[in-house]
Nanobody, 119 residues
Framework: QVQLVESGGGLVQPGGSLRLACAAS????????VGWFRQAPGKEREGVSC????????YYADSMKGRFTISRDTIKSTVYLQLNDLTPDDTALYYC????????????WGQGTQVTVSS
């Protein structure tokens, strides 16, 4: 069974940092590019960052460039998202998934990990 599990979220003050982790099971995670997405209350889900299957190529949405860093550990089959210099606008539920989605992963969105930036 395909499963995606996000972790590492929390409550931080503006300017703070968090490291999110994405683990998967039920398929060969390392074969796929992986993206991080987020959804704020009342807004649609948006793409945040993406990393290629072997980790040599990365992409960031404009507002995340210079603040977020995506990486992956193929031994642990885990993808990370380092969030730095957080602002209240970064408050959202953060998800990971393959990019592009497959038939299986489209139906396997995890519960996400909540990031709340507040003083």
């Amino acid at each position: 069974q395909v499963q995606l599990v996000e972790s590492g979220g929390g409550l931080v003050q503006p300017g703070g940092s968090l490291r999110l982790a994405c683990a998967a099971s039920g398929f060969t995670f390392d074969f796929y590019a992986v993206g991080w997405f987020r959804q704020a209350p009342g807004k649609e889900r948006e793409g945040v960052s993406c990393i290629s299957s072997i980790g040599t190529s990365t992409y960031y949405a404009d507002s995340m460039k210079g603040r977020f860093t995506i990486s992956r550990d193929t031994i642990k089959s885990t993808v990370y998202l380092q969030l730095n210099d957080l602002t209240p606008d970064d408050t959202a539920l953060y998800y990971c998934n393959t990019h592009p989605l497959t038939i299986a992963t489209r139906a396997a969105w995890g519960q996400g990990t909540q990031v709340t930036v507040s003083s």
